[in-house]
Nanobody, 123 residues
């Protein structure tokens, strides 16, 4: 059974940081790209960041602007998202996802998803 389990969400103030972590089990994670995808209330899902199978390539949504960093550890089957300089507009449910295909930047292509973790940025 494939499982992606996110952790690390919470409530923070603007300009603070959070680190999200995703633990993947039930599949050969080295054969999958990993991504963080978010959905804010009333808005469509969007890719936050994605990382290729061997971490040689990363993709970030335009709104990230150097604030976030995605990383993965294939030995531990994890993919993390370090978020710095958080803004109120970053408030959303953040999902971890895995993709066996080539279209890392299209959230619709992802095969497996976690349940999501809430990130709220508010003063």
């Amino acid at each position: 059974q494939v499982q992606l389990a996110e952790s690390g969400g919470g409530l923070v103030q603007p300009e603070e940081s959070l680190r999200l972590s995703c633990s993947v089990s039930g599949l050969d994670f080295e054969q999958y790209a990993g991504a963080w995808i978010r959905q804010a209330p009333g808005k469509e899902r969007e890719i936050v960041a994605a990382i290729s199978k061997n971490a040689g390539f990363t993709y970030y949504g335009n709104f990230v602007k150097g604030r976030f960093t995605i990383s993965r550890d294939n030995a531990r089957n994890t993919v993390d998202l370090q978020m710095n300089g958080l803004k109120a507009e970053d408030t959303a449910v953040y999902f971890c996802a895995a993709d066996s295909g080539m279209e890392m930047s299209d959230w619709r292509q992802y095969d497996y998803w976690g349940q999501g973790t809430q990130v709220t940025v508010s003063s």
